[in-house]
């Protein structure tokens, strides 16, 4: 009996060693979305959103990651929200040649802000809760580039 326990402690240690986060994707709730556009709307009443709202679900280890198609001819502005239970939202956008271009942190559970890219493609976009776990959501609304925005380097 003791000569079969030590192969299956042998199987079972590793991932006993390690802890692995799974978060079930949770719908979000019914008044995100309108509040996601209602906060770009007020940013800028020109600006077109790109698609559709963005949903995820994060935590104190995990992320909600999108890819999301920008261009260097454009301004966008990135609103978002966490839902219930989540205190604040902090969001990244990493280029396609992998620099991150923009890190935001919010003491609440509402970020807006405006990102000008510097270059063309598929951008990663990510929203961490900083703790607590909960649905995030987050909308990328185009407008054109303004005279005041620095061109892009290339």
Same mark, same amino acid.
């Given at each position: 009996?003791?000569?079969?326990?030590?192969?299956?402690?042998?199987?079972?240690?590793?991932?006993?060693?390690?802890?692995?986060?799974?978060?079930?994707?949770?719908?979000?709730?019914?008044?995100?979305?309108?509040?996601?556009?209602?906060?770009?709307? *007020?940013?800028? $009443?020109? =600006?077109? /959103?790109?698609?559709?709202?963005?949903?995820? #679900? +994060? !935590?104190?280890? &995990?992320?909600?990651?999108?890819?999301?198609?920008?261009?260097?001819?454009?301004?966008?502005?990135?609103?978002?929200?966490?839902?219930?239970?989540?205190?604040?939202?902090?969001?990244? *956008?990493?280029? $396609?040649? =992998?620099? /991150?271009?923009?890190?935001?942190?919010?003491? #609440? +559970? !509402?970020?807006? &802000?405006?990102?000008?890219?510097?270059?063309?493609?598929?951008?990663?976009?990510?929203?961490?809760?900083?703790?607590?776990?909960?649905?995030?959501?987050?909308?990328?609304?185009?407008?054109?580039?303004?005279?005041?925005?620095?061109?892009?380097?290339?």
């Amino acid at each position: 009996m003791r000569t079969a326990f030590l192969p299956l402690l042998a199987l079972l240690a590793p991932s006993a060693c390690h802890s692995h986060e799974v978060l079930v994707q949770i719908p979000p709730p019914a008044w995100m979305d309108g509040k996601i556009d209602e906060q770009a709307r *007020v940013a800028d $009443p020109k =600006g077109v /959103r790109a698609g559709e709202i963005l949903h995820g #679900t +994060a !935590s104190a280890r &995990t992320s909600a990651t999108w890819v999301v198609p920008l261009d260097s001819a454009h301004c966008y502005w990135l609103s978002g929200l966490g839902g219930d239970g989540v205190a604040r939202i902090a969001i990244y *956008v990493t280029s $396609p040649s =992998g620099k /991150r271009g923009l890190t935001l942190h919010s003491p #609440t +559970a !509402s970020v807006l &802000t405006q990102y000008c890219p510097a270059e063309d493609g598929a951008f990663t976009v990510e929203a961490k809760t900083g703790g607590a776990a909960g649905v995030v959501g987050a909308g990328v609304y185009a407008v054109a580039r303004a005279a005041s925005a620095p061109p892009p380097a290339k």
